[in-house]
């Protein structure tokens, strides 16, 4: 399943609106998934910004969750804030870096929407 996720972000790079969010963020988040265990690493600092599923020894953003959770959370069904509050999602890094997010992690959910049909 990461494979899919890494192709969808592999797109993202082609469109300026997600380069540009990727760049205001300057964050490397990483999605650790679980159910299968995989790792989905965005580095948003570089542009166009590197997409990668090996795993990243200091991310400034971790997200872990499983592949279902991650559909969910990505498809706009299941919003971060209920996400993190029911544990659907466990996130690691600072709050500043986590705000930094929200314009690129929008950008992905129009991409997911265009990729999986959400």
């Given at each position: ?23 205001k963020s ?26 990668s599923s ?65």
């Amino acid at each position: 399943m990461s494979a899919e996720f890494v192709a969808m972000f592999v797109a993202m790079r082609e469109r300026e609106e997600a380069r540009a969010a990727a760049r205001k963020s300057g964050v490397v988040l990483q999605f650790r998934l679980l159910a299968p265990a995989s790792f989905v690493v965005l580095d948003l600092s570089s542009d166009p910004f590197a997409v990668s599923s090996d795993e990243h020894p200091e991310p400034g953003v971790e997200l872990t969750l499983t592949v279902a959770a991650a559909h969910e959370l990505l498809s706009g069904r299941l919003a971060p804030a209920q996400a993190a509050a029911t544990g659907a999602v466990k996130a690691r890094g600072g709050i500043l870096r986590l705000l930094a997010l929200q314009a690129f992690l929008g950008e992905a959910r129009s991409a997911y929407a265009a990729t999986f049909g959400a």
